[in-house]
């Protein structure tokens, strides 16, 4: 149980195009959604916070208007990389909670390697 | 501030041998601590967690974790190394100033772990 899974696994696009990220709770509802940013032998960047049904929280430093978090349904949420540049280039990595008992699960998808040339 | 820190970008162990991954931790209050493990292009997959209890916590894969609340540490132990287990380890705590709504994490710089044959 609790997997997440993202799609698609790999993308690579032009410079200029948007890119749309999905990350979806397979077997259970996700109250919240995270999207994090890894580079290369790095650790994992947080991005935003996204509750469903609601607009999402990002992380200082993260232009909101370039990166575009939907957070539709308690199983799906989706990021859009607009109007990509190389620098964005990255391996993206979405991860979803929710609370059992007194404690919250958090599961991780399997990432979003974008190449953007 | 809350934070963890992995003060070893490193840690070489011969197969069959002991390994110990070290985190220490800075937060206001009781932690929620947390060990995930990453293998080369995947996402991060939860190993094990400290919310309250025994000091000495079990996980996945035979890795178990001791929190020491006078150290402030929570480091990450196998009592025999596997090749399989080579891969990038990640200690992350809960943040709590976020608000007991979510379980948003702050991950340490990670961890390589390489077990020789």
């Known amino acids: 149980g609790a997997v997440v899974s993202q799609h698609p696994s790999w993308v690579i696009c032009k410079s200029g195009t948007s890119v749309k990220i999905e990350c979806r709770s397979l077997?259970?509802?996700?109250?919240?959604m995270f999207w994090y940013r890894q580079f290369p032998k790095q650790s994992l960047m947080l991005m935003a916070t996204?509750?469903?049904?609601?607009?999402?929280?990002?992380e200082q430093g993260v232009e909101k208007d370039k990166f575009l978090i939907n957070h539709a349904s308690l199983t799906l949420s989706t990021l859009t990389v607009t109007s990509a540049h190389p620098e964005d280039s990255s391996f993206y990595i979405c991860?979803?909670?929710?609370?059992?008992?007194?404690?919250?699960?958090?599961?991780f998808g399997p990432g979003t390697r974008l190449t953007v040339t | 501030a809350q934070s963890v820190a992995q003060p070893e970008d490193q840690v070489n162990v011969a197969e069959g041998n002991p390994l110990t991954v070290k985190c220490t931790y800075s937060?206001?209050?009781?932690?929620?601590l947390f060990w995930y493990v990453q293998y080369p292009n995947r996402g991060l997959q939860f190993l094990l967690k400290y919310i309250t209890g025994d000091n000495l916590v079990k996980g996945s894969y035979g890795f178990e974790a001791e929190f020491n609340k006078s150290q402030t540490s929570f480091h990450l132990k196998k009592p025999s190394a596997l090749v399989s287990d080579s891969a990038l380890y990640f200690c992350?705590?809960?943040?709590?100033?976020?608000?007991?709504?979510?379980?948003?994490?702050?991950f340490g710089t990670g961890t390589l772990l390489a077990v020789q044959p």
């Open positions: 991860s979803a909670s929710f609370q059992r008992g007194s404690s919250y699960e958090q599961y």
């Open positions: 992350a705590v809960r943040d709590i100033t976020y608000g007991g709504a979510t379980n948003k994490l702050i």
């Open positions: 077997d259970f509802q996700a109250t919240t």
């Open positions: 996204s509750n469903e049904g609601s607009k999402a929280t990002y």
């Open positions: 937060v206001s209050g009781n932690p929620y």
